[in-house]
């Protein structure tokens, strides 16, 4: 058995959109920090409660695949002990498709469930439809993935070599794909089919999903855009290669067009974003001035009321 539901805080949520959006192209992937509730009968893992997101950058980007460094994993779960959370899960983006879990999709969310059993996958569809007149549409799903090895039409196979689990492209699975699992001397392949479990936009209870909270993850999402862009460059650049100095001003010229459209594509929004935010705090800030000088008011008021009476 496995989670029933997931809840997914409001700000989390935003920061997932606005990364999925970031990029028409390519997919993006990120990690969901926040706390499992456990049934108290049997101790398994029931509900994901998500309350916050960590924006990877990506080491290889393709319309289908994303590969990120592992040195970050340990960098976020540090990051979620920092706040009492844990890692309870990862997103990517499927620009231009449906949300629906690809077999590679299953095969990498099988993996990881198989070091926990609450941990849960997001997707979130961007991009969907060709329509450039219309705004950019998302749909997000959380999902999981059974062990369908054993039952009636799972695939079951033993062999000596070694499986790829690397995510790869979004076909239908070859044996190649199957996640591996070592019994003695062979491989027992593993066939997970997803599941999709009903998810929850939530308010922001928890105390890491403050407001502010959200523009700092909005913010390190740009910081992982830039680094994402700044591997690439010095990648390319370093290239025995590219030595030629043609070579150089190319990769220059297409480092300077990377960060003008990093800032027309996902800064310039993330400003727009916050400039709505502070008018909001502001008409806040109003708001709550006006009813505490009508709740001065009226205390003013009673205590006039009660001083007559005492006359
Ligand atoms: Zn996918």
């Known amino acids: 058995m496995s989670l029933k539901e997931v809840n997914c805080g409001s700000n989390a949520l935003f920061v997932i959109g606005a990364h999925a959006l970031s990029t028409e192209d390519e997919e993006v992937m990120g990690l969901l920090l926040g706390k499992l509730d456990y049934d108290k009968r049997n101790g398994i893992a029931e509900r994901a409660n998500i309350f916050k997101v960590l924006p990877l950058s990506r080491t290889d980007k393709r319309a289908d695949r994303v590969e990120v460094d592992s040195s970050q994993l340990a960098i976020a779960s540090e990051e979620a002990e920092a706040d009492g959370l844990t890692v309870v899960g990862w997103y990517h983006s499927h620009p231009h498709i449906t949300a629906a879990p690809s077999h590679v999709d299953a095969q990498t969310q099988g993996q990881y469930q198989a070091l926990d059993s609450g941990f849960v996958g997001l997707i979130c569809a961007a991009f969907q439809g060709d329509r450039h007149d219309l705004p950019p549409s998302l749909k ?6 059974d062990d369908t090895t054993n039952q009636p039409g799972g695939i079951f196979s033993a062999s000596s070599s070694n499986a790829n689990s ?11 794909d199957l996640i591996s699992t070592t019994r003695g001397a062979t491989t027992i392949r593993r066939l997970w089919r997803s599941r999709e479990i009903p998810l929850n936009l939530t308010g922001d209870f928890h105390q890491s999903t403050s407001s502010s909270s959200s523009l700092k993850a909005l913010a390190k999402l740009q910081d992982a855009l830039l680094q994402e862009e700044t591997q690439s460059f010095s990648f390319y650049v370093n290239d025995i290669t590219f030595s030629a100095t043609s070579s150089r ?12 459209l990093l800032t027309v594509d996902s ?11 502070l008018i909001a705090a502001k008409k806040r800030v109003q708001d ?11 205390l003013r ?9 005492k006359e």
């Open 267 to 277: 800064l310039t929004p993330l400003l727009h974003v916050a400039a709505a935010k």
């Open 166 to 176: 690397q995510r790869g492209s979004e076909e239908p699975p070859s044996y190649n």
């Open 301 to 309: 008021q009673q205590q006039q009321t009660v001083s007559e009476h």
């Open 249 to 260: 001003i190319f990769c220059n010229a297409v480092f300077q067009q990377s960060l003008a």
């Open 140 to 145: 997000v799903i959380a999902f999981q993935s």
């Open 288 to 298: 709550l001035k006006s009813k505490r000088d009508s709740l001065l008011l009226l």
